[in-house]
T-cell receptor, first 115, second 115 residues
Framework: DAGVIQSPRHEVTEMGQEVTLRCKPISGHNSLFWYRQTMMRGLELLIYFNNNVPIDDSGMPEDRFSAKMPNASFSTLKIQPSEPRDSAVYFC?????????????FGDGTRLSIL | AQSVTQLDSHVSVSEGTPVLLRCNYSSSYSPSLFWYVQHPNKGLQLLLKYTSAATLVKGINGFEAEFKKSETSFHLTKPSAHMSDAAEYFCVVSEKKSSGDKLTFGTGTRLAVRP
C-alpha cells in the first residue's frame, strides 16, 4: 500500500533558482495539503486542495510560492525565485474528506536548502 | 479559534518506564484530536485519533490517550518505553469547517529514551 510519495527527498540549490517540489497523494484521497517545517516556526500549513481545487492558500508566504494540482494524483509546489529563508522541510499530506475528520497521511518530505 | 499546547518540549525516560506526554487544547466546537509521531528524516505518522466515540483511545505501538473534556486535555501515555519510541510527538486538534477540516498542530515534544 503506497503512501504519499514526495520527490525529490533532498534539494540543494542557489538562491534565485526555481525549485519544484512534487507530490503523489494516496490513491482515492481527495484532499491534499502542503506544509513547511522549520525549527523556528514548527509545522505550517501552506495550502490545501479539495478535489484538485485550491481551498485555502492563506499560508503561502508570498507570491514567490505557487502550487498546482492538475489532477487527483499529482501536485507541485513551486518557489521562484528561491531565497535562503525558504530552506526548510516541505511535507505533502493527503486525506479522504468524506468521513468525519479523517486523518492526514504524510509523505517523508523534501529537505530544501537554498544557498 | 482552536489551539493546542504541548506542555513539555522535551521528555526523557528510561527504557521500560512509563511515558506521559501532555497536551491541552482549546476549541469552540467538539474537536477531533490526534497524536502523530515523527522519526528523524521522516514524515508524521498517525498514532491515534479521538473523534467523539470512546474517551480512551488506543493507538499503534502500545500508545493510548484519554480525552478529558473537563480538563481540556488529551495526554498520550505508554506503560513501558522502548528505545524505538525516541522521536518527536505532535498533538493536533481538528475542527470541521465548511471549507474543510482545519488542523492546528502543537509545537511538539521530543521524547528521549535512555538505555
Amino acid at each position: 500500500d503506497a503512501g504519499v510519495i514526495q520527490s525529490p527527498r533532498h534539494e540543494v540549490t542557489e538562491m534565485g533558482q526555481e525549485v519544484t517540489l512534487r507530490c503523489k497523494p494516496i490513491s482515492g484521497h481527495n484532499s491534499l495539503f502542503w506544509y513547511r517545517q522549520t525549527m523556528m516556526r514548527g509545522l505550517e500549513l501552506l495550502i490545501y486542495f479539495n478535489n484538485n481545487v485550491p481551498i485555502d492558500d492563506s499560508g503561502m508566504p508570498e507570491d514567490r510560492f505557487s502550487a498546482k494540482m492538475p489532477n487527483a494524483s499529482f501536485s507541485t509546489l513551486k518557489i521562484q525565485p528561491s531565497e535562503p529563508r525558504d530552506s526548510a522541510v516541505y511535507f505533502c499530506a493527503s486525506s479522504y474528506r468524506g468521513g468525519s475528520n479523517q486523518p492526514q497521511h504524510f509523505g517523508d518530505g523534501t529537505r530544501l536548502s537554498i544557498l | 479559534a482552536q489551539s493546542v499546547t504541548q506542555l513539555d518540549s522535551h521528555v526523557s525516560v528510561s527504557e521500560g518506564t512509563p511515558v506521559l506526554l501532555r497536551c491541552n487544547y482549546s476549541s469552540s466546537y467538539s474537536p477531533s484530536l490526534f497524536w502523530y509521531v515523527q522519526h528523524p528524516n521522516k514524515g508524521l505518522q498517525l498514532l491515534l485519533k479521538y473523534t467523539s466515540a470512546a474517551t480512551l483511545v488506543k493507538g499503534i505501538n502500545g500508545f493510548e490517550a484519554e480525552f478529558k473534556k473537563s480538563e481540556t486535555s488529551f495526554h498520550l501515555t505508554k506503560p513501558s518505553a522502548h528505545m524505538s519510541d525516541a522521536a518527536e510527538y505532535f498533538c493536533v486538534v481538528s475542527e470541521k469547517k465548511s471549507s474543510g477540516d482545519k488542523l492546528t498542530f502543537g509545537t511538539g515534544t521530543r521524547l528521549a529514551v535512555r538505555p
